[in-house]
């Protein structure tokens, strides 16, 4: 299981996500430009205590990182989709990306995904923080592959 994040905005919520990424052992893919100044000093600090246990890859653009070779498949989580997250199997090296906080993600990204999946809301609702839709999504892609691991066993 993989964490990525599309061109992030603000640097609170990628502090949040790096950290979350540390503590549950998710690795964190950063597709850059970010919305700010980072160096990777700030970044892993962002990770708090837990900076020694992030795995974190940088990547330049959107450009570098789809024509890299990656296992699993890349699952975006879009308020665009029509598939609720709690209706999906995931899979042990899923790739699940969020968008920018401004505008989520271009059409070619939301194109290039393996799937899409939304988190529903109340209709009033137009979306969560991306941090607390990654939080969200991952503890169920956590749950149902653990779940399955104990299965096997
Ligand atoms: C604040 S939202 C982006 C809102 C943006 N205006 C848009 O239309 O995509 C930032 C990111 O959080 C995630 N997100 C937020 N709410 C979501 C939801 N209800 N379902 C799926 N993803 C969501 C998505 O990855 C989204 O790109």
Redesign the pocket.
Known sequence: MRLVL?EPDIPQNTGTMLRLGAALGVAVDLIEPCGFLIDDRRLRRAAMDYADFLDLTRWTSWRRYSEAGHAGRLV??????AQP?TEFAFAADDRI?????????PDAVHDAAGAR?????RPE??????A???AM?LGEAIRQTTLSMIARR
């Not at 975006?76 to 989709?81: F, H, N, Q, S, V």
């Not at 990306?97 to 993600?105: F, I, K, L, T």
């Open positions: 599309y975006l989580l879009t308020t665009r989709a997250y990306m969020v968008g920018r906080e401004s505008a989520g993600v999946l939304v988190i529903p809301l609702a137009r979306s969560i923080n991306v607390t839709a990654a999504v």
